[in-house]
């Protein structure tokens, strides 16, 4: 009887804030503080779904507006990171998308780390670290079907959220994960759902244990598909 290879576990740590579409954007701190915590050595990025090139020419700057989408890859070729952008505000302020794949670590230690760090240097709404299973796309959270000669990729549905992403600034959340970052009045709106958290923590930045995860998935029937405690995707 054969066995399949058992799926390597990643974490992933998705990141929401805003840039001024007036002002540069200084990409330095990809290589120098977000890098560091993604798994393997940075060799290959590419801008706006361009050509591959060398980690070493990755621009020092950039306009906002012109940096739709930029992804890095290691040296054995799999993906480190993806920025891309969301969409504008009326004020003209960007909203960007940062996922981040590091090495799983079930303590998120690091991912809490850069958590507090982008939030120090940017405007920060929403964030969220999970695991995710190798077969699952680090940007959709999807599964990756693969074919003989294709492989298949879904994008990420909006039923996936539980509230709408529009919502972000004013506390909206995707759903209910091991590492959050909710931005001010997500505790109200979870609350005016009806829907039980375990335990308050002074700051932005929610940890819940697996245990915990599993009482809300218990005590909130109706939201539990939206409790992602576990490695499969949405």
């Not at 590419?46 to 306009?63: A, C, Q, T, W």
């Not at 695991?131 to 990420?156: C, M, N, Q, V, W």
Request: include cysteine; proline fraction near 4%; glycine fraction near 6%.
């Amino acid at each position: 009887m054969l066995f399949a290879k058992k799926k390597a576990v990643r974490n992933i740590t998705k990141l929401y804030f805003f840039t001024d579409e007036e002002k540069g954007f200084d990409l330095p701190w990809v290589r120098e503080h977000i890098l560091r915590y993604c798994s393997g050595l940075p060799s290959k990025f590419s801008v706006n779904f361009g050509e591959n090139k060398d980690i070493s020419k990755l621009p020092v700057r950039m306009h906002p507006s012109e940096l739709e989408y930029l992804d890095v890859t290691s040296s054995e070729g799999n993906m480190m990171l993806v920025l891309s952008q969301v969409f504008v505000k009326p004020d003209k302020r960007l909203m960007h998308e940062c996922t981040v794949i590091s090495e799983f670590d079930h303590t998120f230690c690091h991912e809490k780390e850069l958590i507090t760090w982008l939030d120090d240097h940017f405007e920060l709404i929403y964030g969220y670290s999970r695991t995710l299973r190798e077969d699952y796309h680090p940007t959709s959270e999807t599964k990756i079907k693969k074919g003989l000669f294709s492989t298949e990729l879904r994008a990420e549905k909006l039923s996936v959220w539980m509230f709408s992403p529009y919502e972000m600034s004013a506390g909206g959340v995707k759903g209910i994960y091991p590492v959050n970052y909710w931005a001010e009045g997500a505790l109200k709106k979870l609350k005016e759902l009806g829907f039980d958290v375990p335990h308050v923590e002074f700051g932005n930045i929610f940890h819940f244990s697996d245990a915990e995860g599993e009482e809300m998935r218990r005590s909130n029937p109706k939201y539990k598909d939206f409790v992602r405690f576990g490695e499969l995707g949405t």
